[in-house]
């Protein structure tokens, strides 16, 4: 047996990385949408004025309470429900 007899090759690795996740219901994937629209809006086109400025303009934070994005850390111990997670992704992939 060599490694290739046990390791994934690229297009099975690929397919296994798009298993359907089933921790997220309906309500996660309308969370993620809301967020993904609001991110290009009202954060990216700010964005290199406040990477030159070293600071987020406290309107983006208001807007952000509007959207209902601030408080989803889990303060009182019972989860978040995923939404930090959908946020961090969301981040990480620019809002796409």
Same mark, same amino acid.
């Given at each position: 047996m060599?490694?290739?007899?046990?390791m994934?090759?690229?297009?099975e *690795?690929a *397919?296994?990385?798009?298993v359907h996740?089933?921790?997220?219901?309906? @309500?996660?994937?309308?969370f993620?949408?809301s967020?993904?629209?609001?991110?290009? !809006?009202q954060?990216?086109?700010? %964005? @290199? !004025? %406040?990477?030159?400025? /070293?600071?987020?303009?406290?309107?983006?934070? @208001? =807007?952000?309470g509007?959207? /209902?994005?601030? /408080?989803m =850390?889990?303060?009182?111990?019972? /989860?978040?429900?995923?939404?930090? @997670?959908?946020i961090?992704?969301?981040? =990480?992939?620019?809002?796409?």
């Amino acid at each position: 047996m060599n490694a290739t007899d046990v390791m994934p090759q690229h297009g099975e *690795r690929a *397919r296994k990385a798009d298993v359907h996740r089933t921790i997220f219901q309906s @309500e996660h994937e309308i969370f993620r949408d809301s967020f993904n629209t609001f991110l290009p !809006r009202q954060a990216l086109p700010h %964005w @290199e !004025r %406040w990477e030159f400025a /070293g600071l987020i303009d406290r309107s983006y934070y @208001e =807007a952000v309470g509007r959207g /209902g994005f601030l /408080g989803m =850390a889990d303060p009182d111990g019972l /989860g978040d429900g995923g939404m930090e @997670e959908i946020i961090g992704r969301s981040l =990480a992939k620019g809002g796409s």
